[in-house]
């Protein structure tokens, strides 16, 4: 079976380009967002992202705050107890970006239809009201009639809705523990990323721990996303900072207000891009930005055993990057 493992700076060159279609799972800060590879959207430039979330996270607060994406879809736009998403906010009311809003079942249902090819959802939800009428897309079309389009249901002859499926050109997907191979076991709340890996034309997969097979072998059953649907897999340990990784680290609340207060201005941004975002040059730097302590201290949580019945297959970091070097790709891993 193939080795997938790549650097993080060749997963964003190979499958990211100014335009796409971007999604990423999960969303809030329990959700597990591959937040880093967002970070590294913005370190390569990308621009004019057409951004699919599930639910607001810091990533796509990040991605609007910076420019970098023009378009967005997603369900709840808020952080929680953090507050409303300030970079989504200013990038909304500046006219930057277009923000397509749904409900949070209508986000799960569109990207159920994405992963069934199937060529609508039909829409039982968001339908007599402005989540329906009101497009981003079109502002000046009111009522919209192409947003959630009205059907009729051919059984009962009542009008319903459609919704258009979701089918992202990338997903970057956290998760928490893969093989080279691209199998991946998720802990903690799914946000829809079993549906987004099979839904979205290229997955990169972003694990905060690599595993042996024998891992694989053992709990088959916990294979959310299979190595089939996988381009990539990119060895990132607290990958989805600062957010949390149930099982792996706890969100890091301070940095969460930080971050928020200094994506509601354009100077707050850049500062932040140069010190969180450009500052670090490998993950030993990226680590070190975090700082160790504090990394220590997320790490000491209260979740942490669910991680207990993986840690015997769990590999250390050399060997994950003896598996990473640019010519391991060519190497089989034993199934």
């Given at each position: 079976?193939?080795?997938?493992?790549?650097?993080?700076?060749?997963?964003?060159?190979?499958?990211?380009?100014?335009?796409?279609?971007?999604?990423?799972?999960?969303?809030?800060?329990?959700?597990?967002?591959?937040?880093?590879?967002?970070?590294?959207?913005?370190?390569?430039?990308?621009?004019?992202?057409?951004?699919?979330?599930?639910?607001?996270?810091?990533?796509?607060?990040?991605?609007?705050?910076?420019?970098?994406?023009?378009?967005?879809?997603?369900?709840?736009?808020?952080?929680?107890?953090?507050?409303?998403?300030?970079?989504?906010?200013?990038?909304?009311?500046?006219?930057?970006?277009?923000?397509?809003?749904?409900?949070?079942?209508?986000?799960?249902?569109?990207?159920?239809?994405?992963?069934?090819?199937?060529?609508?959802?039909?829409?039982?939800?968001?339908?007599?009201?402005?989540?329906?009428?009101?497009?981003?897309?079109?502002?000046?079309?009111?009522p919209s009639r192409e947003k959630i389009p009205a059907i009729t249901d051919p059984f009962s002859g009542k009008e319903i809705g459609a919704f258009s499926p979701l089918k992202p050109d990338v997903a970057a997907?956290?998760?928490?523990?893969?093989?080279?191979?691209?199998?991946?076991?998720?802990?903690?709340?799914?946000?829809?990323?079993?549906?987004?890996?099979?839904?979205?034309?290229?997955?990169?997969?972003?694990?905060?721990?690599?595993?042996?097979?024998?891992?694989?072998?053992?709990?088959?059953?916990?294979?959310?996303?299979?190595?089939?649907?996988?381009?990539?897999?990119?060895?990132?340990?607290?990958a989805a900072w600062p957010h949390s990784s149930p099982g792996m680290y706890d969100m890091d609340e301070e940095h969460m207000f930080f971050m928020n207060k200094a994506l509601a201005s354009e100077q707050g941004?850049?500062?932040?891009?140069?010190?969180?975002?450009?500052?670090?040059?490998?993950?030993?730097?990226?680590?070190?930005?975090?700082?160790?302590?504090?990394?220590?201290?997320?790490?000491?949580?209260?979740?942490?055993?669910?991680?207990?019945?993986?840690?015997?297959?769990?590999l250390p970091a050399d060997e994950v990057a003896r598996l990473t070097a640019p010519d391991a790709g060519s190497k089989e891993i034993a199934a």
């Amino acid at each position: 079976m193939p080795n997938k493992l790549i650097s993080l700076a060749e997963a964003g060159r190979r499958f990211s380009w100014d335009g796409m279609c971007y999604a990423s799972g999960a969303a809030l800060p329990v959700g597990s967002d591959a937040l880093v590879f967002g970070r590294e959207l913005l370190r390569q430039k990308r621009k004019d992202l057409h951004a699919i979330f599930h639910c607001c996270g810091q990533q796509l607060n990040l991605l609007a705050a910076a420019g970098a994406a023009t378009k967005a879809e997603c369900g709840f736009a808020a952080l929680e107890v953090v507050g409303f998403a300030n970079g989504l906010r200013r990038a909304v009311e500046s006219g930057r970006l277009a923000l397509e809003d749904y409900s949070n079942l209508a986000m799960a249902l569109r990207l159920l239809g994405g992963a069934l090819n199937w060529p609508f959802v039909p829409a039982t939800v968001n339908i007599g009201s402005d989540l329906q009428d009101r497009s981003a897309f079109a502002p000046d079309a009111y009522p919209s009639r192409e947003k959630i389009p009205a059907i009729t249901d051919p059984f009962s002859g009542k009008e319903i809705g459609a919704f258009s499926p979701l089918k992202p050109d990338v997903a970057a997907i956290h998760v928490t523990l893969a093989d080279a191979n691209g199998n991946a076991i998720l802990l903690g709340t799914e946000w829809s990323r079993f549906e987004l890996s099979r839904a979205a034309k290229r997955v990169v997969v972003i694990a905060d721990a690599i595993v042996d097979p024998g891992c694989i072998r053992q709990y088959p059953n916990l294979v959310r996303i299979p190595e089939l649907l996988v381009e990539a897999v990119v060895y990132w340990p607290f990958a989805a900072w600062p957010h949390s990784s149930p099982g792996m680290y706890d969100m890091d609340e301070e940095h969460m207000f930080f971050m928020n207060k200094a994506l509601a201005s354009e100077q707050g941004t850049a500062d932040y891009i140069r010190d969180f975002v450009e500052s670090y040059s490998d993950l030993d730097s990226y680590l070190d930005m975090i700082g160790r302590d504090k990394i220590a201290h997320l790490s000491d949580s209260v979740s942490s055993f669910l991680l207990d019945p993986y840690r015997r297959w769990i590999l250390p970091a050399d060997e994950v990057a003896r598996l990473t070097a640019p010519d391991a790709g060519s190497k089989e891993i034993a199934a």
